[in-house]
Nanobody, 115 residues
Framework: QVQLVESGGDLVQPGGSLRLSCTAS????????MGWYRQAPGKQRELVAL???????NYADSVKGRFTISRDNAKNMVYLQMNSVKAEDTAVYYC?????????WGQGTQVTVSS
């Protein structure tokens, strides 16, 4: 069983920056594939970014060049640095861990982009 806890969601102005954090339980965090997903009101949950156990990253086209996913295996943490945010980035952001063919989810953190 893997437990994930997100933090860092907030109200931010368009063009601003925000960093989301996710703490994961488990002694084998380093082998987890980690990711960030988001769900806006009335929309399906969508992939934002993934990072493999060896640090290979993938991003949704909508966030490429603006968001950066990273991980610190020593701290069991994964981060999402969000720069140049837009109104359409408003959503609940979920941390995801994929390990042993199972998906685990955090409770989500709200990001609102508005002036």
């Amino acid at each position: 069983q893997v437990q994930l806890v997100e933090s860092g969601g907030d109200l931010v102005q368009p063009g601003g920056s925000l960093r989301l954090s996710c703490t994961a339980s488990g002694s084998i965090f380093s082998v987890y594939r980690m990711g960030w997903y988001r769900q806006a009101p009335g929309k399906q949950r969508e992939l934002v970014a993934l990072i493999s156990s060896v640090g290979i990253t993938n991003y949704a086209d909508s966030v490429k060049g603006r968001f950066t996913i990273s991980r610190d295996n020593a701290k069991n943490m994964v981060y999402l640095q969000m720069n140049s945010v837009k109104a359409e980035d408003t959503a609940v952001y979920y941390c995801n861990a994929f390990v042993s063919a199972h998906n685990y989810w955090g409770q989500g953190t709200q990001v609102t982009v508005s002036s």
